[in-house]
């Protein structure tokens, strides 16, 4: 498992405690994880120590080399001073125009096709959001971060960004830890459930979906079965 | 239709801004008519007209040069000294504490103190530079600080996570959040120079100044020429932080644009 990222015995206080304390777990080398559990719990904090934005007090976190890591922030985060398309630009390593026909692609398969000259003040929150999903997207790498990234979006795109986002042929062949607190998402998208409580965050249950995931929505009588045991263990 | 939404809004303003200037220009000639003595204060068509009369005269322009040659250098000298400060002291607390009692010192001080200790040490004409820097840096150094210190975090993070080479976080991220602190700094900054400035020149008298022909003015007590003098003043100040704004907006634009 020396290729996968792992964190062992990892710690971590703020002023109000702990949020990790001795925390353990090895993730998958591709497929998706959803770390699911209530506000507050430290999913949060635990994907930024993943990402190297904070360190841990204590602890090590392995990273597998020649990983290449993306996010997408529970917020959208583009920068008010460039158009859409600039702001997927603008984290692409290559030249200006290769760039910027890249994020128009790119915009064009989150349904923004021609909204690339827009500045983030012009768009409303739900292309906001689409735009940073593009840019996370564009940028690429083995390992994405999504925290809470389908927040706010109404039903129909946010099928459709799941889709695109996780359930792609590009999206299983890497790892994506998905942070959510909606049991139905994690369901629908993840292979890996990890239930979690806290502060300090405790994994309370590991829940493996076995069934394709471009399958899900029809296999709904063993959906029904994880979603009540789910629920049972989050009550618990 | 957008245009001519545009175009009404610009026209409003322009009249907002006739109308403000028409109402001042009247209190000023009702003060002319209660006081009526010129010596304390002139109308302003008699002051208007003796700035048209002086603008024929080749010292005029002479001392308009020299006066905004000193005044501009002391700014920019100011400029690049505020930013240097406001950058080192936001990277390190040590040094915020070490350069931080020099801004209340210089704001304590009184400014002839400054203007006399630097008849000491520089030659006259260098006094008003010298002046402006002094009086303009922390202006500078204090707007930047903010500006840099209310850089939103969130978007540091994200430069991070995508691995934004500096030269991109300077521009995408630094400079356009700096932008409003700096043209803040830029505009206070140079209403400062101009009053320190030539409050330097009035005392260290330089060969061919502004503050040189108000000084002669009040010694003469030729208020007409103190008005016209002060008018000049105000109206190459105004000029002058209008196009600096109008050079800071493109700067700005270009520099965003061609760091992709």
Known sequence: MADCLSLSVVSKAYDSGPVLLGFSYTFPAHGCVALLGTSGCGKTTLLRQLCGLEQPDRGDITIPSASKLSYIFQEDRLLPALTARDNIAAVLNCNIRAAEALAEQWLERVGLAGEGGKYPAQLSGGMKRRVAMARALAYGGNILLLDEPFKGLDLQTKQEMQNLVLKGHDARSRLNILVTHDVEEALYLADRILILDGPPLTIIDEVAVDIPVHSRPQSEDVLVWHREYIHRKLKK | ?260
């Open chain 2, 1 to 260: 239709m957008t245009t001519s939404i545009t175009k009404n809004r610009t026209v409003k303003r322009i009249a907002i801004k006739l109308a403000v200037a028409v109402f001042w220009l009247a209190v000023w000639q009702v003060a002319y008519l209660i006081t009526a003595q010129e010596l304390l204060i002139v109308s302003p068509v008699r002051a208007f007209l003796r700035l048209l009369e002086l603008s024929g005269e080749a010292k005029f322009w002479q001392a308009i040069f020299s006066s905004c040659s000193r005044i501009v250098s002391g700014f920019i000298l100011a400029m690049f000294t505020g930013i240097f400060l406001a950058v080192l002291t936001a990277w390190s607390r040590t040094l915020y504490a070490l350069f931080s009692p020099i801004l209340n010192i210089i704001r304590a001080t009184p400014v002839a103190s400054f203007i006399i200790l630097a008849l000491v040490w520089f030659h006259r004409d260098k006094v008003p530079v010298f002046l402006t820097f002094l009086m303009v840096t922390p202006v500078v150094w204090v707007n930047m600080y903010s500006g840099i210190q209310n850089v939103d975090k969130n978007l540091l993070e994200m430069a991070e996570v995508f691995r934004l080479p500096l030269l991109k976080r300077i521009s995408f991220i630094y400079i356009p959040s700096v932008m409003p602190y700096f043209v803040a700094a830029c505009s206070n900054g140079l209403g400062f120079a101009w009053k320190s400035g030539i409050a330097a020149e009035i005392i260290a008298l330089p060969k061919s100044a502004i503050g040189k022909q108000i000084y002669n003015s009040k010694i003469y007590l030729e208020t007409q020429d103190l008005f016209a003098w002060t008018i000049a003043v105000i109206l190459l100040s105004v000029l002058i932080e209008h196009a600096a704004m109008w050079g800071l907006r493109r700067l700005e634009r270009k520099i965003v644009k061609g760091r992709l």
